[in-house]
């Protein structure tokens, strides 16, 4: 049993509602996209299921357990959280950074052990980041540092990854790379929460799209139904085209709506 | 260009670091206006015989000298090696928070009011509460939530309030004696300690330490950001009140019985942190050795550069740190970090 449940998940700051009473059920093997324009309040909720912000109302469960009740090291074990800024404070090997996914496990300053050193290795292999071990991190490219930075997130062992724009600075290969290493591991059996503003990689990648507006929760459910032209036009204020192909679709931004101020 | 890297090995880091501090330990207490046998002195404090001169002179003067510079060295870098992997910043040092300036404005109003000829342990306590103060008053203007921005502005109006304070401890100083005396102990200087100075301040500075250091694995994982520090289940908060409070103990209790011992904390760590690959986990227990190492350098340079008249220590760090902290800044200026 694996999953991970939103139950009317609220924030109000100031009287503001950032998040506004969302809901949905995650199962293993999924792959949920947050979706939505700027300030929507993706991040926030990625934050909130993270255990990061604190919710106004509502609560946060992983397998009906409520994640603020987790012991903070156990929480760190299952739930793996990739910061929106994708940045290294001082210049660390790559070896090292990958290294730090596993100090959730340590107690004290032990010295690394046998299945630390095997999870190290599985990440680096996932993120195919060998080749960079001994450069330092703060002159790898963007696309490679994120892979590193995913090298550290796999190095934990989660079985939840919750992403903030992974691929949002990154170049088309980069992007389709990291995409393609978060579908794994959902297919895997693990859950994957990511936001992404291209909506061409959140129908193909993802098995559930999550349109959120102003708070608010618009659609939830499978690509197709979620990115329909209502949605997508009333939400994001754009009219598009949309080619469908077999399997998936794409969807072409064309022109703004003009704001109705 | 990019950081570089000289990573020799932790080992062999901290045991040269250790070599070269037990030296200058040893070369520090072989310096002095008189001539003795410092082993055959040590040696005869241990096994209890007979007491002369030489045996005295180390005991009173020499050995409190030189402890106090390798422990207030070892304070000063431990803890700006923790500021600096708190704050993310090579640039951040002690005296940031106002620890410094709060422990020296405890220890002025003691010698203002006379309180510090009543009894020895006058002056350092009122540079240790003067310490409590300035943490008091961090966490009351920038919260125990607060952000890192909020942190070093509280430290902005912190050490502007003790430094006037202080100025105005001065100018109102009614006779020219204590107003020597006061400007003397700001220099900072670690002779004329007695072992009662250091065993009152001892504890405080172990505490302090300790808080700092068993944020080794905290501070290594902030390197990627508090959110993912949190998210990997380090408690923010938690360790951000550890590495304020351990600074404010031990600084202020080293503060309390040296004076200000200026540039120690800003270089020593900024020196190291190549050497131990810029991991800030690592640079603690370095930078605590590589300030117990420069200050009794700075010690040993003070004692043969003025033998007789005294040249205080903070004078000579301060004269000396400056600059290398203006070529290391230059050299630097391009790099990431």
Not at chain 1, 167 to 172: E, I, K, Q
Not at chain 2, 16 to 27: A, D, E, Q
Request: hydrophobic share 50%; aromatic share 6%; net charge neutral.
């Amino acid at each position: 049993m694996n999953k991970l449940n939103a139950e009317n998940l609220t924030l109000s700051i100031n009287g503001a509602s950032i998040v506004n009473d969302i809901s949905f059920e995650l199962v293993a093997g999924t792959m949920l996209g947050l979706v939505g324009p700027n300030g929507a309040g993706k991040s926030t909720l990625l934050k909130l299921l993270a255990n990061l912000t604190t919710p106004s109302h509502g609560r946060c469960l992983v397998d009906d357990v409520p994640v603020s009740q987790l012991p903070r090291r156990q929480l760190a074990h299952t739930i793996g959280y990739l910061s929106q800024e994708a940045t290294v404070n001082w210049p660390l090997k790559v070896r090292r950074v990958v290294e730090l996914g596993r100090l959730p496990y340590q107690i004290g300053s032990r010295k690394m052990a046998q299945d630390d050193q095997a999870a190290i290795d599985a990440a680096i292999a996932k993120t195919e980041i060998s080749h960079l071990l001994d450069r330092v991190v703060t002159t790898l490219s963007g696309g490679e540092r994120m892979r590193v930075l995913l090298a550290r997130l796999f190095a934990t062992n989660p079985r939840i990854i919750l992403a903030d724009e992974p691929v949002a600075s990154l170049d088309p290969y980069h992007q389709l790379h990291v995409m393609e290493i978060l579908r794994e591991h959902a297919s895997h059996g693990g859950i994957v929460v990511t936001v992404l503003h291209d909506l061409n990689h959140a129908a193909r990648f993802c098995d559930q799209l999550l349109l959120i507006d102003a708070g608010k929760m618009i659609a939830i459910g499978e690509p197709c139904n979620v990115l329909s032209v209502e949605n997508v036009e009333k939400v994001y204020s754009v009219t598009i085209r949309c080619d469908a192909m077999p399997n998936t679709f794409t969807i072409i931004p064309h022109e703004r709506i003009p704001h109705s101020y | 260009m990019s950081a570089f890297h000289f990573d020799i090995g932790a080992r062999l880091l901290l045991s040269g670091l250790t070599i070269l501090l037990v030296v200058l330990f040893f070369l520090d207490l072989s310096f002095g206006p008189v001539d003795i046998d410092v082993f055959a002195a040590l040696k005869n404090l241990v096994t209890n015989q007979s007491h002369s001169q030489a045996e005295f002179i180390l005991l009173e003067i020499r050995l409190p000298r030189a402890l106090l510079a390798a422990l207030v060295g070892a304070v000063l870098g431990l803890s700006g090696a923790a500021l600096q992997g708190l704050l993310r910043n090579p640039l951040a040092g002690p005296g940031l928070i106002g620890v410094s300036n709060c422990a020296a404005l405890g220890a002025i109003i003691m010698l203002y009011f006379g309180l510090a000829t009543v009894h020895w342990s006058f002056l350092p306590l009122g540079g240790m509460l003067g310490a409590l103060m300035s943490v008091v008053f961090i966490f009351f203007l920038a919260g125990r939530q607060s952000s890192m921005t909020g942190l070093i502005l509280a430290g902005i109006a912190i050490n502007a309030v003790a430094s006037s304070a202080t100025a105005l401890a001065l100018n109102f100083s009614d006779n020219p004696y204590a107003m020597s005396e006061m400007i003397f102990w700001l220099l900072g200087s670690v002779s004329n300690r007695s072992l009662s100075d250091l065993m009152i301040t001892l504890p405080f500075m172990v505490v302090g330490s300790a808080l700092i250091l068993i944020t080794k694995n905290f501070l290594d994982v902030l390197s990627l950001g508090e959110d993912t520090a949190r998210s990997m289940g380090f408690a923010m908060e938690r360790y951000k009140s550890c590495i304020i409070i351990g600074v404010a103990c031990a600084v202020g209790a080293a503060v309390s019985v040296s004076g200000n011992i200026g540039f120690i904390g800003l270089v020593v760590p900024h020196i190291l942190r190549p050497l131990v690959g810029h991991e800030p986990g690592r640079l603690l227990a370095a930078s605590a050795l590589g300030g117990g190492v420069l200050l009794l350098a700075a010690d040993v340079a003070v004692q043969v550069l003025s033998p007789t008249q005294d040249l205080k220590l903070g004078v000579v760090t301060a004269l000396v740190g400056g600059p290398f902290f203006l070529a290391l800044v230059y050299r630097s200026r391009h790099d990431v970090i």
